[in-house]
């Protein structure tokens, strides 16, 4: 069973940085892609950025430019680095993970696997 544990969110003002981790436990498959979702209260769960088990990465329109996706899979470790934030990316940050291969990547219901997810909060 493979278990996604986030780290790295917390406060920043507005035009910050802050890097988030994901690091994966157990059996992962060689298949294996990863993402980000986050999760503004009151509003849908948003696809952020992922990055196949080959290394091609997907941002989303909204953060393309400013964050990027990377992994180490020596270390079973995904990275969002988040750069010129702003106070809409305000929100709870999922990283997820699945073995599914030919699907979206961009849709939350292609993922097997989610960590409890870490909140990030931007200051105007």
């Known amino acids: 069973q493979v278990q996604l544990v986030e780290s790295g969110g917390g406060l920043v003002q507005a035009g910050g940085s802050l890097r988030l981790s994901c690091a994966a436990s157990g059996q992962t498959p060689s298949t294996y892609s990863m993402g980000w979702f986050r999760q503004a209260p009151g509003k849908e769960r948003e696809y952020v950025a992922s990055i196949t088990w080959t290394g091609t990465t997907y941002p989303a329109e909204s953060v393309k430019g400013r964050f990027t996706v990377s992994r180490d899979n020596d270390k079973k470790t995904l990275y969002l680095q988040m750069n010129s934030l702003k106070p809409e990316d305000t929100a709870v940050y999922y990283c997820?993970?699945?073995?599914?291969?030919?699907?979206?990547?961009?849709?939350?219901?292609?993922?097997?696997?989610w960590g409890q997810g870490t909140q990030v909060t931007v200051s105007s």
């Open positions: 997820a993970g699945t073995d599914l291969t030919g699907i979206s990547l961009g849709s939350a219901k292609n993922y097997q696997h």
